[in-house]
């Protein structure tokens, strides 16, 4: 079952809170703990979060049930951090969604903005929380045409994007059109894997009543208050004579007028003891004015049939402001509340859309997400990770983030007045840094000689010991060896093999494994793919091949992606021969041989070319009975040369996120950085570390 819904609408008052209303009463009835929650509200004073909160008895802290307030988002694009809009708002998402069981999740009102524009921020949100879409449209004015048109632009709009529509209410339809909305959303809806529902206008609900307009003005409640629920359909500014202005009382009428007209104020109470007359909303009374004594008296004989509230402002500014309120539905307005409900309830098939959300399953994997799990994983059991580079800036503001956030236990390796230096210099805040220079470590001869140990039947002599452990890359290797520290990341200002050779020589490969080899996470728009292996070996030989594609699955699985393994060729299933296709189809079998001991019920499959590997309608027509095709998460490229140039090509022209590369086959885990790697990179592969640290110790 899907563990969220995200509800967005087309436009400004489209009727989603009414939507959600309904849909947080069907869930209640199906789940257990179900929280409400706004990534983007009003903060402290959002009136949807309070009315959810309040009707549902929903025991959550305010703060926890939005992501970012307008102000606080506006203070993260002056700051120039709008990347991590999306994160906090996932972290909080998160946070919420991590103690209930569901969370209904309410999009942006279309108050400050184009529609088009919020319609995009919506859908980056509620993909990167990975959650399936309702779409909630108004019906236009312009006719049902425009409606249906505007719904499949903006279902198409919502797929563009990664998002997973699974359900369309149409609200606020004219009574004369909702027949046929309904039977043109049944023309569309064989063409849309998806539910559609038509919900009529109910005419009190887009009224404001008389207390939401108290509310906007800062109005004083002077009589009536029990009445202040009534709707306000229009109203009247009363400033002529009564026999022109009674004829213009209409049913719903908020009569508004300054406070010394004792005459409007006492003709208005007679026309609600009138069966003549219709009945009004309310008196606005302008101006700061109120009754004089005896007209006070008069109204305090009348029954409480009528609010009358009062206002400091003028008639016509007070006016201007009335005609600009548009209806909410306030807490304490249990009779528009179970109007909203019953109307839900009456038009939309609630087992029908529980059941839909029941069998939907969201597939989507953001790079945003990724990066976030990455983060929240490595600290949920913080490891000790080696920073070799101590001195360079990149690696600097890298562990400045990662102290800060507490991904890491960090050590930095080098001359501690120089790192202390840098560190000045670029301003940065790192409190207490752990820092170890090799050359004055009560540990360097101890190191020395355990090296010497491991190398000597290599012909390594002492001197030739003294001389590696001085260099910071096996110094920071040799930490993990002993026991100090749990894993490296190097690589910033060193080449691969600077980083990597340190590694096979003291940590070696970890049983069951003859090579190291490496992945990539290549972060897609809406999923995340493991490319192996692209960096380490020129050209597998079978066996070696099929260790990767082992190697590679356990590694998509540490990192919460469910492994289905393609062995790629430039050909599919038994449709080539060759060398090259031979050594993939050899592969495979040794793969699929050993998975039977190591990985059972792993999912792999080759030859295969790319396109069937992961596209369904590709997969269809070249390999219809395969559990892989169509559907692989792992992509293990038959060499070297094929492996980086794929992943470079994607990376560039598809424009990709690629993280790594990620090594896997060690007994613990040393990470190489690009030369060319940005502060992101560095942390991502600290944390990658340090989860497959954890891995190791048997806590990922």
């Known amino acids: 079952m899907a563990n969220s819904l995200y509800v967005t609408a087309t436009e400004a008052r489209s009727g989603k809170s009414l939507v959600a209303l309904g849909l947080m009463e069907m869930l209640l009835r199906k789940v257990e703990k179900v929280a409400f929650f706004r990534p983007i509200s009003a903060g402290k004073h959002d009136s949807d979060i309070q009315l959810f909160s309040s009707r549902f008895n929903l025991k959550i802290a305010h703060e926890r049930m939005y992501g970012l307030s307008a102000e606080e988002i506006g203070a993260l694009l002056t700051a120039g951090k709008s990347d991590e809009i999306v994160e906090k708002i996932i972290e909080k998402y998160r946070d919420l969604a991590g103690e209930h069981d569901f969370v209904l999740c309410e999009g942006t009102d279309f108050a400050t903005s184009t529609s088009a524009f919020e319609l995009d921020i919506n859908a980056e949100i509620c993909k990167n929380l990975g959650s399936p879409v309702l779409l909630v449209a108004k019906a236009q004015p312009a006719g049902v045409k425009a409606t249906i048109t505007g719904i499949e632009l903006a279902l198409d709009s919502l797929r563009e994007r990664g998002c997973h529509p699974i359900a369309t209410i149409v609200n606020r339809i004219a009574s004369e059109d909702q027949g ?315 080449s691969t093999a600077s980083t990597i050779r340190p590694a096979l020589e003291i940590i070696r490969t970890k049983p069951g494994f003859s090579i190291v080899s490496s992945v990539f996470f290549m972060c897609l728009e809406d999923r995340v793919l493991v490319y192996g292996d692209c960096a380490v070996n020129p050209d597998p030989s079978p066996s070696q091949l099929a260790e990767i594609a082992l190697a590679s699955a356990q590694t998509a699985q540490t990192f919460g992606i469910l492994p289905v393994v393609a062995m790629l060729s430039y050909s599919t299933g038994e449709s080539g021969r060759g060398e090259d296709v031979d050594k993939v189809r050899e592969a495979t079998r040794i793969a699929k041989q050993k998975a039977m001991e190591v990985y059972p019920g792993l999912k792999i499959d080759g030859p295969i070319q790319y396109d069937a590997a992961v596209d ?60 060319g790697c940005t502060i992101p990179d560095i942390v991502n592969t600290v944390a990658i570390t340090a989860i497959q640290a954890q891995s190791v110790k048997g806590l990922a």
């Open 180 to 494: 046929i909305i309904l039977k043109a959303l049944e023309e569309i809806r064989s063409a849309q894997a998806q539910l559609f529902y038509a919900i009529p206008e109910e005419p009190p609900l887009g009224k404001p009543t008389v207390r939401e307009i108290a509310d906007v003005l800062g109005a004083h409640v002077l009589y009536g208050g029990e009445q202040l629920t009534r709707h306000v359909y229009n109203f009247t500014v009363a400033a002529m004579q009564l026999h022109n202005f009674l004829p213009r009382i209409e049913r719903g009428s908020l009569i508004i007028t300054p406070g010394d007209r004792a005459d409007v104020i006492v003709a208005c109470l007679a026309a609600m003891s009138s069966k003549s007359m219709e009945n009004i909303a309310g008196i606005l009374l302008t101006g700061g004015l109120r009754p004089e004594k005896p007209i006070q008296t008069l109204i305090e004989g009348f029954p409480p049939l009528v609010p009358i509230i009062s206002v400091e402002q003028n008639t016509f500014p007070t006016a201007a402001v009335v005609d600009k309120i548009h209806a909410t539905i306030l807490p304490e307005d249990d009779r528009k509340i179970m109007q909203a409900i019953a109307l839900f309830e009456e038009h939309v098939d609630a087992e029908q859309l529980a059941e839909k959300l029941i069998t939907v399953r969201t597939t989507i994997l953001t790079p945003k997400m990724f990066e976030y799990e990455l983060i929240q994983k490595a600290k949920a059991a913080t490891q000790h990770i080696i920073l070799p580079e101590g001195d360079e800036p990149r690696i600097l503001r890298a562990a400045e983030i990662l102290t800060r956030r507490e991904v890491a236990n960090i050590t930095l390796l080098g001359n501690r007045e120089r790192i202390l230096g840098r560190i000045s210099e670029l301003g940065l805040r790192i409190r207490d840094p752990d820092i170890i220079d090799p050359q004055t470590s009560p540990f360097f001869d101890d190191y020395v000689n355990t090296f010497y140990e491991l190398r000597k039947s290599k012909g390594i002599t002492i001197d030739n010991a003294q001389d590696m452990i001085s260099d910071v890359n096996y110094f920071g290797t040799m930490m993990i060896y002993k026991g100090h520290a749990d894993g490296m990341v190097s690589g910033a200002i060193h």
């Open 616 to 675: 369904p309608s590709v997969a269809r027509a070249k390999m219809p009975a395969s559990e892989v095709a169509g559907k692989a998460t792992v992509l293990i490229f038959p060499d070297l040369n094929t492996g980086n140039n794929t992943y470079k090509a994607v990376q560039r022209s598809a424009g990709a996120i690629a993280v790594g590369p990620v090594l896997q086959g060690l007994r613990n885990p040393v990470n190489d950085l690009s030369r």
